[in-house]
Each structure stands twice: as structure tokens, then as C-alpha cells.
């Protein structure tokens, strides 16, 4: 049962405008090449070849902010990155979202230390916290794959 | 060649600076004097026998609440010789200061600066004093002992909404 | 201070001293490069007085991921603690366990079975190899060659495949422990080892077929990044870096430990102390590593991988149900930790970046009183400045690709 059997002669389909949107957002969803620490190594290794995200449309890393609309906070935040984490996320264009990959950055891991904020979460809202010291290839891919699911069952009367 | 001979040669060149030698596991730590060492780092380096050519690490320690109260240990090795030393130097809790080695050996530079930053001793001579690791607005030196290691609570299933409640969550 | 507001931009008169008088009246110009720049490997912030596109001072401002390890070191026990030394240098988890383990076993004078002598070399090999694909990956990367990317990451996989088999994680394995290994390698383990080592020589063949006579990667590469072999030394250059400016100095040679003399290797040296000669030398080192895991794999005696001594090293779990003794060893360990003697040692080893040492205090208590990692990241950030001087700035991203650095190793 594909699109086309639904198109008919017209080459029309009807859905809802937020369906649409959604759909594009997620598919299409620009992560920023942000890697901080150990899990930006694990973060590569789900871009590279064998875990491959480019299945979800995300082969594209952006370095700059303007580009993407995704920020993966991949490894520990200093107090001294802090305020730059801040910036790059006040920089990127609505909308965006925000993945807190791995220990450190969703509550500091093994370091509660004077060095490391306890949470990226105190600096930037999160939407997705994944777990592991660090997570797993396939465990970003769940988080992304959570991240869709809550961006499809996003309404137009939100964004207004 | 063995681990004797580059300090009784150094105990021969400096006879007053030296305080003391000691040996641990084979490794050989010569205490000196703090106005000194650039001196002994010198002839460490140049003198034949010595060749003490590469500077592996320069480390302080706190040994609070003892009196000196910080070390700062320089880890020499002579690749001629393949041999190693570690020189030491012991410097007061009140406004330690020390020679800065970076004139005779580059290497130091970027270690004396974490030093400074972390354990706030002073090199004097060094080019470019300033913090490294830490923000340039940080207050306090991490490394001492008498700075907290900054602990937050943890956040367990019983105590959940109690901290919950104190954490600074960002907005929009 | 809270978190925001600590001012992180910079201002040229805080840089006063650092570049030239030039840029202070506008006539060349300061760029700030980083924190969050694809090309950094990391969160590496320099600050390039450039006239044209001709770096004239280079000024890194590191710190953006000091983690205070060492200070939440001294705060744990000292097995505690070799969790910790994962995560500094993360492309190499086990030499970083594999130096503290080394100081701790110095401090304490304990022994280590040959059995886990040889394994842990293994294991250290396929670390190096490890640690080199990334650095190979991202450095062709940064200079423009995309495929090698996904090529060495689809080669380290089977690596970190072979860390989960013995340890259960694929990059934070905290496997070595001070007196051998946390537990015996299954026997998966060395099917799965051979297997790489019939594998992987062709794939760095392959490798050096896209890349060694390549005419973009030879303008890249070569004559850019010099280095003098006095200066080196002088600056404190280790490992490939150093060897590229034809010093032969390797730790595993020099100062063996854990049986590393037990087996045949070459060190390979370069002339130029170029970009491309540390290439070429870490390329080579890879296939001295699978020569290192071959012999070691070949020769790989029997017997225990923990030392025997129940002062330090908790007893093995068959025998608690059967000796009194054994649960009050255990018991003592887990709950207080054990007691080295007062004393200070140095060790180093030769991690796939270079000299990495570590410097451990203790003063009897079960925490360790001073923990400190010479890593050689940090060694080699400080001389980049004198790398990169009068070169252009497309070169500077393969200056940095080349003394391979990880910004947790150089931060801390």
C-alpha cells in the first residue's frame, strides 16, 4: 500500500499541513557538529559506515550553528565552555532541538566536580536526555528516533 | 650507568644547594634548593655525564596542612644516557614563588602556567604568566587542598523532587 | 560567578604581549579560531595573528574541557580512580588505565603475571591502532579526503568489537587493574584477534593507496609543519612527532615495561619533521603494532592474569565461599581500599600520541594524595605555535591533524 495508490489520476494527496511539516523536519533534521568529548568519538562512529544516520537523513553535519537545527551535546560541559554552548545555541534558527548525549552532559556523570556543569540542562533546555558513559551508536540512534516520535506528534497551534 | 652517578656528580657541582636525595623504587629525587634551580636545571642539561636534554613533566603537589607546604617536582630524562631525575624543590604556603625553568627548558612553559593556574605558585622569569585551564576570571586554585572539590547532591529516585526544586534549569 | 557569566570572548588588549605590535594598530589581523570549530578535534580555541593568510603568532587558549580528573582522583580510592583515566584521554582508554595501573604496581611494588603482561600489550597495540584510525580518519578529513573517514571507522569497529568481548564496553573499558587484569580473556578473544590480524594489513594498504601518492595529500602534507630535531627535544616533543624529526626515541624501547622487550618491533624515524613524515611514521606503526599483537598473541603463556597478593588484589569470587580469609580480604578491599606506602613515582609509557606519564603521591591513606597525567597532547599544543609560525592557515588544520591531538588528554 504505497502513496501512489492513494494519488489516483490527480496526483493529489490530502494531509494535515503540521503532518507535512513534521515529516520534513524530521527527515530532514541538520545536526550541528558539536563534539565536546568522549561521546563525540561514539558520535562519529554513528555517522561512519556501519551505523550510518544518514538512514534518518542526518549524513549532513553542520559546523555552524545558522545551519542546523539539531545540537547534539555530545561529552562533558566545563564552566568554561558553558557560556560558548549558550551562544552556538542562541545562534542556530527556530526550531531547533537539543540531544543530551551521554552521562556528563545529562547530569554529569562520574565528574561532580567544580569543573563540570552538572547538566547541560542548566545552560540550554534539553529534549532528549540518552544514557551511557557513552551511549552506544544505537543508543543515539533511539534518542534521535525518540526525538522524531515528539516531533511528529507536534501541533500547529504550538508553534504559534 | 646507574642512578648513583649523576647525583653524587650533581652533589660534587652543588654542594650547599642540595638539601636532600632520596630513592623510592628506583626513582631518584634530589631536593634543592627553590633559588637555585634554574641553576641546576642548567647544568643538568649541559654538563657531560648529565645530559640531561628533555624535560618530561613539571608537577607541584600540596602537602597541606605540612609546612613547606608545596613541592614542585621537575622530571628530567637524558636520552644519551637514558637515565632519569626527578629534582624537587619545597616551597612555603605563604606566597610560594619559584624560578621559572622555562629560559632553559622550553618544555616547561605551558606546565609552569598549569601550575600556576591550578596550585597558584608563582614562577618568577616566566614569559607569559597567565591562567591556562581554567576561565581567566576563576577565583581560587582548584588543585589545593583546601578547595572544595565542589560537589553537587545527587538526584536518586528518594530525593528527587527536593533537588529537583534547587536545580537552575535553563530557559527558552 | 555563576556559569553565564563568565565572559569567554576575548579582547585584543588582553592580548597585548602575546601577538605582534602590528595587529594592535590593525595592520595584520587576529582571528579567533574555535572553540566549536570542525577542525579542532575537539573544543581547541586559537587565537592567529594572520598578515594575508600567513599565520604570524598562534596563541591556543586550552581549558574548554578541563574536567578536573586529577583533583576527583585524589578524592576516590585508587581503584576508583582508574575509572577516571578512561575518560582523559579518550581515544586511548587503555594505556591511560594501562599508566596508572603501571604506578600504582611501581608504588606498591607489586607484581604482574606474564600472562597479563602480554595480554595488556595486546591490548595496547590495538589501542594504538585504535587510537591511529581515528587520528588518520579526522586528519584526511580535515584536509579534504572524506572516503578514509568512513574506511578507518569501519576498521575500528572490529576494534572496539574486541574491547567489548573482554570488557563488556566498547570504549571505556576500565579492564586493567593494578596487579594484571580485571578477569581473564574469554575465549572469543583470540579468534577474534586473529581474525583482525588476517584483516586489517590489506586495509592499511588500501589506505596508503588513496592517501601516500596522492598529489593533493603530498602538497598538503609535505614541508609543511617543520620541526628541527633540536627543537623538538627542547620543546619536549614525544612520540611520532618526535621520531618524525629523526630522533629514535620510543618508551617501549628506551624504558621497557611489561615485557615489552620480549618482542621484535621496528621504530620507524622520519627525515623532515614534516607533516608528511608523521604520517608515514604512524602509518607504519600500525603494522609494528600487528607485529607486536602477533608475536604476543603466538607466544601467549598460561597461567594467572592477577597477581596473587590479597593485600592488594580482592580474591578471586570461587574462593569466597570456601575460605574465611578471603571474604575478609575482600571485605577490606571494597569497603576501604588498600593502604600503598608513603613514597612518590614516576612512570611513563609510550601512548599512540607520544610520552605519557603519570606522577603518583600517596601518603599511606587508601586515596591517592596526588595524581597528575604528563600527557602528550598538552606537550605537543604548546608547540604549535612554533609549528605553525609563517605557514598558511589551510595548513594550520593539518599542523594540528598531525601532532594528533585529543583535546580530554591535553584538559583534563
Given amino acids: 500500500m504505497g502513496l501512489t495508490s492513494k494519488l489516483g489520476n490527480m496526483g493529489i494527496v490530502t494531509t494535515r499541513l503540521e503532518d507535512t511539516v513534521n515529516w520534513g523536519r524530521t527527515n530532514a533534521m541538520w545536526p550541528m557538529l558539536f563534539g565536546l568529548a568522549c561521546c563525540a568519538i561514539e558520535m562519529m562512529s554513528t555517522q561512519a559506515a556501519n551505523y550510518d544516520l544518514s538512514r534518518f537523513g542526518m549524513e549532513l553535519m553542520r559546523p555552524s550553528p545558522r545551519q542546523s537545527d539539531l545540537m547534539i551535546v555530545a561529552g562533558r560541559v566545563t564552566r568554561k565552555m558553558a557560556p560558548v554552548l549558550r551562544q552556538l545555541y542562541d545562534q542556530m534558527p527556530e526550531p531547533k532541538w537539543v540531544i543530551s548525549m551521554g552521562d556528563c552532559a545529562s547530569c554529569g556523570g562520574v565528574f561532580n566536580n567544580y569543573a563540570i556543569v552538572q547538566g547541560v540542562d542548566e545552560i540550554v533546555p534539553v529534549d532528549v536526555y540518552v544514557a551511557g558513559c557513552p551511549p552506544r551508536p544505537e543508543q543515539l540512534i533511539h534518542g534521535i528516533v525518540t526525538l522524531h516520535e515528539r516531533i511528529k506528534q507536534e501541533r500547529i497551534v504550538d508553534w504559534a | 650507568m646507574t642512578e648513583t652517578g649523576p647525583v653524587e656528580m650533581l652533589h660534587a657541582a652543588f654542594p650547599d644547594t642540595i638539601q636532600d636525595v632520596q630513592t623510592f623504587r628506583g626513582d631518584v629525587t634530589v631536593v634543592v634548593d627553590a633559588a637555585q634551580i634554574a641553576k641546576v636545571c642548567t647544568h643538568c642539561r649541559d654538563t657531560k655525564g648529565l645530559d640531561y636534554n628533555f624535560l618530561s613533566d613539571v608537577t607541584g603537589i600540596d602537602y597541606f596542612p605540612q609546612e613547606p607546604r608545596f613541592g614542585v617536582a621537575y622530571h628530567l630524562y637524558s636520552m644519551i644516557h637514558n637515565h632519569s631525575l626527578r629534582l624537587k624543590v619545597l616551597l612555603p604556603g605563604d606566597a610560594p614563588e619559584v624560578q621559572s625553568v622555562t629560559p632553559v627548558f622550553p618544555a616547561a612553559n605551558w606546565q609552569e602556567r598549569e601550575i600556576f593556574d591550578l596550585l597558584g605558585i608563582t614562577f618568577t622569569g616566566h614569559p607569559d604568566l597567565r591562567r591556562i585551564l581554567m576561565p581567566q576570571g576563576w577565583d581560587g586554585h582548584p588543585l589545593r587542598k583546601d578547595y572544595p572539590l565542589g560537589y553537587e547532591t545527587v538526584q536518586f529516585s528518594f530525593n528527587y523532587d527536593d533537588v529537583d526544586k534547587h536545580k537552575p534549569y535553563a530557559k527558552e | ?412
Fill in chain 3, 1 to 412: 560567578m555563576t556559569i553565564m557569566e563568565s565572559r569567554w570572548e576575548g579582547n585584543l588588549e588582553e592580548l597585548r604581549g602575546l601577538v605582534s605590535d602590528r595587529a594592535m594598530t590593525g595592520e595584520t589581523m587576529v582571528l579567533n579560531m574555535g572553540p566549536q570549530h570542525p577542525s579542532t578535534h575537539g573544543v581547541l580555541r586559537l587565537m592567529l595573528e594572520l598578515d594575508g593568510e600567513t599565520i604570524i603568532n598562534c596563541v591556543p587558549d586550552i581549558g574548554y574541557l578541563h574536567t578536573g580528573i586529577e583533583k576527583n582522583m585524589e578524592a576516590k580510592k585508587y581503584e576508583q580512580a582508574i575509572t577516571m583515566t578512561d575518560r582523559t584521554d579518550y581515544l586511548n582508554p587503555m594505556g591511560n588505565n594501562f599508566a596508572f595501573c603501571l604506578a600504582i604496581e611501581k608504588l606498591i611494588d607489586l607484581d604482574v603475571p606474564i600472562r597479563a603482561q602480554y595480554l595488556r600489550v595486546i591490548l595496547a597495540e590495538l589501542t594504538r591502532i585504535n587510537s591511529h584510525l581515528v587520528w588518520l580518519g579526522t586528519h584526511a578529513l580535515d584536509i579534504g579526503a572524506m572516503s578514509v573517514f568512513l574506511y578507518c571507522f569501519r576498521e575500528r569497529e572490529k576494534l572496539l568489537d574486541i574491547f567489548e568481548i573482554v570488557s563488556g564496553q566498547r570504549m571505556m573499558s576500565t579492564y586493567f587493574r593494578p596487579g594484571g587484569l580485571w578477569r581473564d580473556v574469554p575465549d572469543e578473544f583470540e579468534p577474534a584477534v586473529r581474525d583482525f590480524l588476517g584483516y586489517f594489513p590489506a586495509k592499511i594498504d588500501d589506505y596508503e593507496k588513496l592517501l601516500s601518492n596522492n598529489p593533493l595529500w603530498l602538497d598538503r602534507t609535505q614541508g609543511i609543519g617543520f620541526i628541527s630535531t633540536e627543537d623538538a627535544i627542547r620543546l619536549g616533543c614525544s612520540g611520532p612527532t618526535l621520531r618524525g624529526s629523526d630522533v629514535n626515541w620510543d618508551i617501549r624501547k628506551a624504558l621497557p615495561y611489561s615485557s615489552y622487550d620480549h618482542f621484535e618491533f621496528d621504530v620507524p624515524l622520519g627525515k623532515h619533521g614534516d607533516v608528511y613524515d608523521r604520517y608515514v611514521i604512524r602509518m607504519e606503526e600500525m603494522r609494528q603494532s600487528l607485529h607486536i599483537v602477533q608475536q604476543a598473541l603466538d607466544r601467549l603463556p598460561g597461567g594467572p592474569t592477577r597477581s596473587n597478593n590479597r593485600k592488594y588484589v580482592p580474591p578471586p569470587r570461587a574462593e569466597l565461599g570456601q575460605s574465611m580469609e578471603a571474604v575478609i580480604h575482600h571485605f577490606k578491599l571494597w569497603t576501604e581500599g588498600f593502604r600503598p606506602p608513603k613514597g612518590e613515582v614516576y612512570v611513563r609509557l609510550e601512548s599512540p600520541r607520544g610520552e605519557l606519564g603519570c606522577f603518583l603521591a600517596s601518603d599511606g591513606s587508601p586515596r591517592p594524595w596526588r595524581v597528575r597525567f604528563r600527557t602528550p597532547s598538552f606537550v605537543h599544543l604548546s608547540v604549535l605555535p612554533h609549528m605553525s609560525q609563517g605557514y598558511m592557515i589551510a595548513d594550520l588544520v593539518g599542523i594540528i591533524g598531525s601532532i594528533d591531538i585529543v583535546l580530554g588528554d591535553c584538559d583534563r
